[in-house]
């Protein structure tokens, strides 16, 4: 079956439409957010040094959105160079508060509930 031109008006019904239509608004400019006062643990992951591969944790965050009402997004975050790792049970319990030394998203400690989950290294960034 080929092209069929189009029944007659159509065009100029097409070109009255697409007329009316308004441009979309710019995008937003990102801001810039520090970390969340509080999160949620739902996953840690250690991996010992090793020749060839320093020792590394990888971690999952649930964090709250701005909007109060909004679902809580994870957040990924790889602490590379790592020297200190503890990780308490009481760590999954839920929402604790979050405390993180550095400039994120790279930074120096991430530290849940005042210490029942600890990772810190020389650096981290989002996996």
Same mark, same amino acid.
């Given at each position: 079956m080929g092209q069929q031109p189009l029944p007659d008006g159509t065009r100029e019904w097409v070109a009255r439409l697409l007329a009316t239509l308004?441009?979309?608004p710019p995008p937003k400019p990102a801001?810039?957010?520090g970390p969340p006062a509080r999160a949620e643990l739902r996953l840690a992951v250690y991996s010992a040094a090793n020749p060839g591969h320093e020792a590394a944790a990888l971690v999952n965050l649930a964090v709250p959105r701005s909007r109060e009402d909004a679902p809580w997004a994870m957040r990924a975050l790889r602490i590379s160079d790592l020297d200190r790792f503890h990780l308490d049970g009481a760590a999954f319990r839920g929402p604790t508060p979050l405390q993180v =030394?550095? #400039?994120?998203? =790279?930074? #120096?400690?991430v530290s849940l509930d005042g210490g029942s989950f600890t990772a810190?290294?020389?650096r981290s960034t989002r996996a």
């Open positions: 308004e441009e979309p801001t810039k957010r =030394t550095g #400039d994120p998203p =790279t930074a #120096d400690s810190s290294g020389g």
